[in-house]
């Protein structure tokens, strides 16, 4: 019910924008996060955005580069990476939070995107 799309190749220093569209039903209601998961490591909270539309960025080396929203209307949350770095190389998941707002406890999502890759080349 969650669709992520957006991923790709890209160097380091450019940028890419994931979507994350619900279908079939609405989580305008619910926060919504986006994750990632590098090869050999474990999943990682990147940041949340709350029913009201209210976000936050985790991770000193995130803030600043990363930015995330949401469009009611088209049922839509958006991560936009900008100055992507090598380390930035991960799938990329969005998922709705059981509540209104979000947390970087993987466990409070009730659903899961299929992810999108992102590979940053040097």
């Known amino acids: 019910q969650l669709q992520a799309s957006g991923g790709g190749l890209v160097q380091a220093g450019g940028s890419l924008r994931l979507s994350c569209t619900a279908s079939?039903?609405?989580?305008?209601?619910?926060?919504m996060g986006w994750f990632r998961q590098a090869p050999g490591k474990e999943r990682e909270f990147i940041g949340g955005v709350s029913w009201k539309g209210e976000s936050t960025i985790h991770g000193d080396s995130l803030k600043g580069r990363f930015t995330i929203s949401r469009d009611v209307a088209k049922n839509t949350v958006y991560l936009e990476m900008n100055r992507l770095e090598p380390e930035d190389t991960a799938v990329y998941y969005c998922a709705a939070h059981r509540g209104p707002y979000y947390s970087a406890n993987a466990p409070d999502y009730t659903y899961w995107g299929q992810g999108t890759l992102v590979t940053v080349s040097s």
């Open positions: 079939r039903r609405t989580f305008s209601n619910n926060g």
